[in-house]
Nanobody, 122 residues
């Protein structure tokens, strides 16, 4: 398994941008697909997006498509989530996850980070 640590969250205003990072330990990062999920208080964990191991394909939830971008740097063992035009409904803990396939379901990912809080006041 790979160890994951997210960073970059914070309190921003609606319309602002944030870039989240997820740093992975281990030499096998480049073999994993990576996903981003989010969880708001009292709500189910929600798929945000995913990227294949070689960055060839990315997937996004409809709610973030066109505003969020996932990228990765395998040389740095890091995956990023660029979030633009943030809305109050984007407020959540954002978690990254590693798995064998880029999928939209949480059970496809075996390793999870602890998450980073993003707050966009209304």
């Amino acid at each position: 398994q790979v160890q994951l640590v997210e960073s970059g969250g914070g309190l921003v205003q609606a319309g602002d941008s944030l870039r989240l990072s997820c740093a992975a330990s281990g030499r096998t990062f480049s073999s994993y697909a990576m996903g981003w999920f989010r969880q708001a208080p009292g709500k189910e964990r929600e798929f945000v997006g995913a990227i294949t191991s070689n960055s060839a394909v990315t997937y996004y939830a409809d709610s973030v498509k066109g505003r969020f971008t996932i990228s990765r740097d395998n040389a740095k063992n890091t995956v990023y989530l660029q979030m633009n035009s943030l809305k109050p409904e984007d407020t959540a803990v954002y978690l990254c996850a590693a798995g064998l396939r880029a999928r939209s379901t949480a059970d496809a990912y075996a390793s999870w980070g602890q998450g980073t809080q993003v707050t966009v006041p209304s």
